[in-house]
């Protein structure tokens, strides 16, 4: 039973999800924690998700509630799929958070009317820049963490045409404009950021109450470390793993590059590939040009816990993002007791150090293969690195992104914006 003691939550977040996993995972996580601790806590999401929400073994069906699916939500849908991601995200999912906030209106009035609602929580979506309406309905809104802000590095500007530069420029104007009308990130009782990259590309980067909270975390009842001393592999062979979607962004094409120039090298490096998408045919022909197509498994998507089986055997992440706000594979990979090498650029940067792993600039882009290469090498011909690596990575990760924790910190904040301090 909820403990009526503690202030009443509802997180306002359409598209929670356990299937889609990335940020959609987030206010799922709260929810599921906050009610195991018989918090007071109630879940708006979307009706495309209930099926899959209601099924969920330690979800109270009574204490989630849906947006409807329109014909207006489909044809958003259907008009930005065709855009590339950064104006999908930024302007397509601006429109699609309005047009939710127009729907999920009566249903937040009427649990605060019903005296359900101490705090709004809109943990989602982490962009700082799309306007939220939730400061109207006479209860504290607190808002993130986000995360964003992300430009290309140096050197890479030909990952954007010029039509989608200019698509992205119009569109953060028309943001914050549209965070004038909309202004809950302005009048919010708390903004909650993942960085200093995403504070200063918040409509208002001087709001009065703004702390720093790093989005993703780690359930270390599903992410542990093999009974196993990965120290006892063969020095000269490394087992890399690589999780996440086969988009242009995450550079995979330069991560096959740099297991080409490790191989050559002398060592016997094999890299898993979890994860798919619209480039996996150019990627598994580039692994065969590459001559490396007998050491690169394609995987495809696989479930969590098959994720997990797969990370236990493997020796070391590698995650070469060109602009990835987050990682939370990162992370998953460090709870594991895997080394982790990747891109010294965004997310990465929030939770790797060079006790932890191998941190490499994209640029100058011309030899970022070649130093992707340097530490494959290193780790392959060194598997005492390795677990010293690994051991220091689960260290950063028990004490700084325990998803517990991460809550209890969330629980302060809620108390502290109902008291209206």
Not at 117 to 124: E, F, K, S, T
Not at 286 to 298: K, Q, R, S
Request: with cysteine; charged share 25%.
């Amino acid at each position: 039973m909820p403990d009526d003691s503690l202030p009443k939550i509802l997180i306002v977040a359409p598209n929670a999800s356990a299937r889609f996993g990335g940020e959609a995972f987030l206010p799922l996580n709260y929810f599921r924690i906050l009610s195991r601790r018989g918090h007071p806590v109630h879940l708006i999401a979307h009706h495309r998700n209930q099926e899959e929400l209601l099924s969920l073994p330690d979800c109270d069906p009574a204490r989630m509630h849906f947006v409807p699916d329109t014909r207006w939500h489909r044809a958003i849908w259907r008009l930005f799929s065709r855009f590339p991601e950064r104006v999908r995200d930024l302007i397509g999912g601006g429109l699609m958070t309005g047009l939710n906030e127009i729907y999920q209106a009566r249903l937040i009035r009427k649990l605060v009317a019903e005296g359900e609602v101490d705090v709004i929580h809109q943990p989602i979506p982490v962009s700082p820049l799309i306007p939220s309406g939730l400061h109207r309905f006479g209860v504290p809104l607190v808002i993130g963490p986000m995360n964003g802000g992300m430009d290309y590095p140096p050197g890479y500007e030909d990952y954007e045409g010029g039509a989608t530069r200019a698509s992205i420029a119009i569109g953060r104007r028309v943001a914050l404009l549209m965070n004038r009308l909309k202004p809950g990130k302005h009048r919010a009782a708390v903004l909650l950021v993942a960085n200093e990259r995403t504070r200063r590309a918040l409509p208002n980067p001087r709001h009065p109450r703004i702390e720093t909270l790093i989005e993703n975390g780690i359930d270390f009842s599903k992410w542990r470390a093999p009974q196993q001393e990965r120290s006892e592999a063969e020095s000269g062979r490394l087992r890399l793993v690589f999780l996440g979607r086969f988009v242009r962004w995450k550079a995979i094409d330069i991560t096959l590059q740099a297991v080409a120039m490790a191989r050559r090298s002398g060592a016997d490096v094999s890299l898993d590939l979890l994860g798919d998408g619209e480039g996996r045919e150019e990627l598994e022909s580039l692994a065969f040009d590459l001559g490396i197509a007998e050491h690169v498994t394609f995987h495809g998507f696989k479930p969590q816990e098959q994720c997990a089986a797969i990370l236990a055997r493997s020796d070391a992440l590698i995650l070469n993002s060109l602009r990835e706000c987050g990682g939370a594979v990162v992370l998953e990979a460090m709870a594991m007791g895997l080394p982790v090498v990747a891109s010294a650029w965004g997310g990465p940067l929030d939770y790797l150090n060079v006790e932890s792993g191998f941190l490499v600039h994209p640029s100058p882009r011309e030899d970022f293969d070649r130093r992707l290469a340097g530490a494959l090498v290193a780790l392959a011909e060194d598997p005492a690195l390795r677990q010293r690596m690994g051991q220091a990575g689960q260290k950063i990760v028990h004490r700084d992104f325990d998803w517990e924790s991460k809550v209890d910190r969330m629980v302060e904040i809620y108390r502290e914006a109902a008291a209206g301090k």
